[in-house]
């Protein structure tokens, strides 16, 4: 089992930065890829931006690139996601996900989420 846990959510202006955290704990050596999911009120979850646990290139959804970048720390067992130049359009719950595969399949994991307001 691994679990999840976001920070860093909060509200923040138009034009703003935030950063998130996201620390796993448990049996984190069986995962694959890391990534953020966002959830505008009424819409679907959707893929924010992945990175590979072993390194290699991270892939971001078209919306945020060039503005939002995801790393990992792998002595603090954490990723976060750097979030510039913040829009409205923004404004979701971001989810922490994990991602375990295996001769035996896939395993999904998710935080619980942290809210981004981007507004005046």
């Known amino acids: 089992q691994v679990q999840l846990v976001e920070s860093g959510g909060g509200l923040v202006q138009p034009g703003g930065s935030l950063r998130l955290s996201c620390v796993a704990s448990?049996?984190?050596?069986?995962?694959?890829?890391m990534a953020w999911y966002r959830q505008a009120p009424g819409k679907a979850r959707d893929l924010v931006a992945t990175?590979?646990?072993?390194?290699?290139?991270?892939n971001y959804a078209d919306s945020v690139k060039g503005r939002f970048t995801i790393s990992t720390d792998s002595a603090k067992n954490t990723v976060y996601l750097q979030m510039n130049s913040l829009g409205p359009e923004d404004t979701a719950v971001y989810y922490c996900?994990?991602?375990?595969?295996?001769?035996?399949?896939?395993?999904?994991?998710w935080g619980q989420g942290t809210q981004v307001t981007v507004s005046t």
């Open positions: 990175i590979p646990t072993g390194g290699g290139s991270a």
């Open positions: 996900n994990a991602v375990s595969r295996s001769l035996g399949g896939i395993v999904d994991y």
């Open positions: 448990g049996n984190i050596l069986s995962l694959n890829d």
